[in-house]
């Protein structure tokens, strides 16, 4: 199939599972700044774009995580460690789900992962998006305990930075980019601030 009927299906696919997101200049900087473009990333590791295409089309590697004004399919610099560290994309969904004691959430997690939807995490890996649920929820839970250890909660608050990628400029649209949220796990939502500043994040 020629690349642009595969590269158009893979608009389509992005479109269908993440809606349709104009995108600013402004969105296209940040998107850049934080992103790679796949054919870019493919002719550094030597890959194939088109066998790449396919591999998210059949749900084996995730889509990308925005799709620039351009056309350019945005993806994470290390989509393909994952598949590489456990031996090839047909070992990677067993792998994968394993982390999750219940089948149903480490499927759900899976699904999230293929949509291309954390774009809320420098690197997406299980033990990433586990640990991003588990300081959501412990900083949650601290925000509303009056009595919360302030430099407790400020430590899971600068853990919980290191994970994200940079906040977004004001000016970049909140629509761009994916839906984030999850059925399994806290959805790459604003994070709770400090008790002494505020900060917007904007996944």
Not at 5 to 18: A, P, S, Y
Not at 91 to 112: C, S
Not at 169 to 178: D, E, I, L, R, W
Request: a negative charge; proline letters at 9%; aromatic letters at 6%.
């Amino acid at each position: 199939m020629p690349e642009t009927d595969l590269k158009q299906q893979l608009t389509e696919r992005f479109r269908e599972v993440n809606g349709d997101h104009p995108m600013t200049d402004a969105d296209d900087a940040y998107v850049s700044a934080q992103c790679v473009v796949l054919e870019e990333l493919c002719a550094v590791q030597g890959r194939d774009p088109d066998a790449v295409r396919r591999l998210m089309l059949d749900g084996r590697l995730p889509l990308p995580g925005y799709l620039r004004s351009d056309g350019a399919e945005m993806v994470p610099a290390d989509l393909f460690a994952l598949a590489d560290e456990v031996g090839g994309v047909d070992l990677l969904e067993a792998w994968f789900t394993a982390h999750w004691a219940d089948p149903v959430t480490g499927k759900a997690e899976w699904h999230a992962y293929l949509g291309g939807q954390y774009v809320c995490l420098h690197s997406v890996t299980p033990a990433t998006i586990r640990r991003k649920d588990q300081l959501t929820s412990a900083i949650g839970a601290a925000i509303d305990d009056p009595y919360a250890d302030a430099v407790r909660l400020h430590a899971l608050v600068d853990e919980l930075d290191a994970l994200e990628p940079a906040s977004r400029p004001t000016t970049v649209s909140a629509s761009a980019g994916p839906r984030p949220a999850t059925p399994a796990s806290t959805p790459c939502a604003p994070a709770s601030p400090r008790p002494d500043r505020h900060r917007t994040r904007v996944s």
